[in-house]
Structure formats: structure tokens, C-alpha cells
């Protein structure tokens, strides 16, 4: 037998009993694989999304509509879950409260501001969490899967150089709203003949007035779909690059025709166009030649410890102890306490933050007090500081960067259409 079809066996089984205890029903709406959606996970998150685009002011589809459309966004978050559950991905605590810490500071409050905030909203902070930590394991398995093989040329940064200036790339920013058809890999001629004659039909009704974001929940099998198909603002170098001729040539407002690609037929709305800032012509980089000595926490050394012994080694060094011979004889980075503690000259970025930012806080020559990272806890020296002009390298890793993220965009809409098509789902339509 089966994992898949023992679940459903599960399923009946566990149906049937309810009936015996007279118990309300929760039934199956899909199976996915090795997994079930349950009609109360489905009302849950249909009554979500419900609320967030009654917030957001959005017009909302027919609820059948919605229904469908949120039911296929839990299919296929569920078949990136199993994935990721086979392939040992996880998410240490240390991640998931950095990940809530970074959330928090963009809301601009503390940790504990934003946990009250989203408890007096009604939301469970457990829950909440549990969100991030699915988050944080998707893009994982998503960089994985995809990240790995996304390279970028030197002859495709040399081509985006080449032609920003006459397609404005720099200087302007698009809104846009985007509507998919999708198509399988292993379509036949009479289902790219549906889909075409779809897009064609969903051009026409947009072109009469027809409201883009309303029509986009109901028809688009794009991932925002449930965001009325908006792809927010973007620049050129950020926007999927079969859009780019196109787009160029488009005025505000209008729709353009079907742009096939592997996946399906795209539908582009321009909504918005605006100018925004160049790429930076001067950057300055400073880079830092420092040392350190860690102290790593274990079962017999706590962080109390830890710094009480940091501290002792500080106020020796102050009193003239040399610090290369400390850190050779007491540091617990093995790679560089050979070394005297010497981390040689780092650029912006190489180092984790908190380190970072305690080093980019001393003056010359200058010792910090003891600094909490993943590693442990460190002291820190900056022995030299050195500015150098990389406009030019900076420029070339910010396009490198844009092009990455165009990339990364694209061949994402495929590998979740490919573990769409590929995956064993089936859907009880008569139970929606």
C-alpha cells in the first residue's frame, strides 16, 4: 500500500468515526502527495486573505473564486513543505528570533513592541512564528533548488551596461500588474490553443475596462495572483527580462499582448511609471584590517564567563600585555589565533553584523568591550583603516545583483509550475 493512499485511508477512517460520534465534519478538499488540505485549514486561510483584502481596499473576486485560488497556493506551499521536510532542511532559534528582530526594526519598534502589537491585532504570536520559520525554510529549499544554478556573465552585466542609458534603466521605476496562464511542459497543441485563445480573451476584457486586479485573483495562475497579479515597483534590471521590449514601448495604463514564455502567457499592465535615482557614480568602500580573540560558550564556559575572562584579558592588554600572544595562547578561533587574532583587511559584509558594526564603532588601536555573536564572544582591535574608490566594481555587483534577482524570479514561476504538474494532487471540486 501506498504512503498516499494510506493518508486517504486515514482520511475516510477518521470521517467515519467522526460520523459515529456525531461530531461535525472536517472533510478532505485535496490530497497532495502524502499530505491532506482540510476544509478548516482552507476556511482559515480564505478568511485571512479575506480580511487582508478588505484592509487593502482590493476587489474581491466571487467566493468560489477565491476559494479555488487559495486552495491552489496551500497545494503548492504544502508540496514545497514535504520537500523541504525530505530534504532535512530546519530553522535554528537563532535564525528565526534574527528574522523577528530584523521584522520588528522594520516596523520600527523593539521585539517585545511587536509582539504586542500583533497580539493586541489579534494575531498568536506562536503562529506568527511558525509563518516565519515556513518562510525561512521555503527559501532555503528555493535556494537551493534554484539559487545554486543561477550564474551571471560578465557579457550579460557588459550588455546591461550597454543599454540602461538608452532604455532609462536607471532613472525610471515601473508599477505593474501581471497575469499568467500557465501552460505544462508537456502541453499539446490543443491545450496551447486554449490557453492562447484565454489570454487573448483576458487582454480583450482588460482593454474594455475591466478591473485588473479583481480579474487577476479570479484567472492568473501567477503566485501573486492573490495580490491582484501586482509585481509592485520595479526597475528594468529587476523586471523578468521577456517583459523588457515590451515594456519599454508601453504608456501608462496600457495592456500589452500575450508574451509567451515556457511557463504560459503573460499579461502586463503598465500601471505606474516614474522617475526614480541613478545608480550611485561614486562609492567610496572603507576596508578594515583588525584581530580578535574568542571565547566560545560550552556546557563547562557561560556567557557570564565568557566576558569575565575577555575582560581580564582587555585590562591585561592595557597594561601592556601584547595582544597577538594573547590571542594565540587563549583564543578559541583556531584559524586565526595562529595568526595572533589577525583577520587580515575585511570589506563591508564579510563579517557577521554584530561584529561588524562593534568594529566599524572603534577608533584606531582602540579594544571593544566583549561583543556577542553566533561564534561566542569576542574583543576586538581595528589596527588600520583604508578608503578606496570601487565605483566601478560597485556598479558592476549592484547590475550583477539586479540581474540575479531577474533570474531567480523566473526560473522560480517554472520550478513551481514543474512541482505543480509533476506532484500527485487531487482536488474534491464538489466539496468547495
Known amino acids: 500500500m501506498t504512503n498516499r493512499l494510506h493518508l486517504v485511508l486515514i482520511g475516510l477512517l477518521s470521517l467515519t468515526c467522526s460520523l459515529a460520534k456525531a461530531e461535525p465534519l472536517d472533510q478532505i478538499v485535496a490530497v497532495v502527495e502524502e499530505d491532506v488540505v482540510l476544509h478548516s485549514e482552507l476556511d482559515r486561510e480564505v478568511f485571512d486573505i479575506t480580511e487582508k483584502l478588505k484592509a487593502n481596499k482590493v476587489a474581491m473576486p466571487p467566493a468560489n473564486i477565491?476559494?479555488?485560488?487559495?486552495?491552489?497556493?496551500?497545494?503548492?506551499?504544502?508540496?514545497q513543505q514535504q520537500m523541504a521536510q525530505k530534504s532535512g532542511a530546519q530553522v535554528?532559534?537563532?535564525?528565526?528570533?534574527?528574522a523577528v528582530?530584523?521584522?520588528?526594526?522594520n516596523n520600527k519598534v523593539s521585539v517585545p513592541q511587536f509582539k504586542e502589537m500583533l497580539i493586541k491585532q489579534g494575531m498568536n504570536y506562536k503562529t506568527f512564528e511558525e509563518n516565519i520559520s515556513n518562510e525561512i525554510i521555503m527559501n532555503q529549499l528555493r535556494g537551493r533548488e534554484i539559487g545554486a544554478r543561477i550564474k551571471v556573465t560578465d557579457n550579460e552585466i557588459n550588455h546591461y551596461l550597454e543599454t540602461q542609458g538608452s532604455l532609462g534603466g536607471g532613472?525610471?521605476?515601473?508599477?505593474?500588474?501581471?497575469?499568467?496562464?500557465?501552460?505544462?511542459e508537456t502541453a499539446s497543441a490543443a491545450m496551447i490553443q486554449k490557453a492562447t485563445d484565454k489570454a487573448r480573451d483576458i487582454v480583450a476584457k482588460l482593454r474594455k475596462g475591466q478591473n485588473f486586479s479583481q480579474l487577476a485573483m479570479s484567472v492568473s495562475d501567477d503566485e501573486n495572483a492573490l495580490k491582484g497579479g501586482d509585481l509592485g515597483w520595479r526597475t528594468l534590471g529587476q523586471i523578468p527580462t521577456l517583459f523588457v521590449e515590451t515594456l519599454t514601448k508601453m504608456k501608462q495604463g496600457q495592456v500589452a499582448e500575450p508574451i509567451r514564455s515556457p511557463s504560459g502567457f503573460h499579461i502586463v499592465k503598465l500601471l505606474e511609471e516614474k522617475g526614480r535615482v541613478k545608480l550611485?557614480?561614486?562609492?567610496?568602500?572603507?576596508k578594515t584590517k583588525a584581530r580578535h580573540i574568542l571565547i566560545k560558550t560550552n556546557e563547562i564556559v557561560n556567557d557570564d564567563e565568557a566576558q569575565k575572562k575577555l575582560l581580564a584579558l582587555k585590562q591585561r592588554i592595557k597594561e601592556g600585555d601584547d595582544f597577538a600572544?594573547?590571542?594565540?595562547a587563549h583564543s578559541d578561533d583556531k584559524g586565526t589565533a595562529i595568526k595572533g587574532g589577525d583577520l587580515g583587511w575585511v570589506v563591508p559584509g564579510a563579517l557577521v553584523p554584530p561584529f561588524e558594526q562593534a568594529m566599524n564603532n572603534l577608533s584606531l588601536n582602540q579594544i571593544s568591550e566583549p561583543v556577542q555573536t553566533q561564534f561566542g564572544w569576542h574583543i576586538i582591535q581595528v589596527l588600520e583603516r583604508e578608503k578606496k574608490d570601487n565605483s566601478s566594481e560597485f556598479k558592476k555587483n549592484q547590475i550583477a545583483d539586479e540581474i540575479r534577482r531577474r533570474k531567480i524570479?523566473?526560473?522560480?514561476?517554472?520550478?513551481?509550475?514543474?512541482?505543480?504538474?509533476?506532484?500527485?494532487?487531487q482536488v474534491y471540486l464538489e466539496r468547495l
Do not use: C
Not at 101 to 105: G, N, R, W
Not at 280 to 286: N, Y
Open 66 to 79: 477565491l476559494k479555488r485560488q487559495v486552495l491552489e497556493r496551500i497545494i503548492v506551499q504544502k508540496l
Open 92 to 98: 535554528s532559534d537563532e535564525m528565526l528570533q534574527s
Open 101 to 105: 528582530a530584523d521584522i520588528a526594526k
Open 171 to 184: 532613472n525610471v521605476s515601473y508599477h505593474l500588474g501581471h497575469i499568467l496562464v500557465s501552460i505544462p
Open 280 to 286: 550611485e557614480a561614486h562609492h567610496i568602500m572603507t
Open 325 to 328: 600572544t594573547l590571542a594565540r
Open 409 to 425: 524570479e523566473e526560473e522560480t514561476e517554472l520550478w513551481l509550475r514543474r512541482l505543480r504538474d509533476e506532484a500527485f494532487v
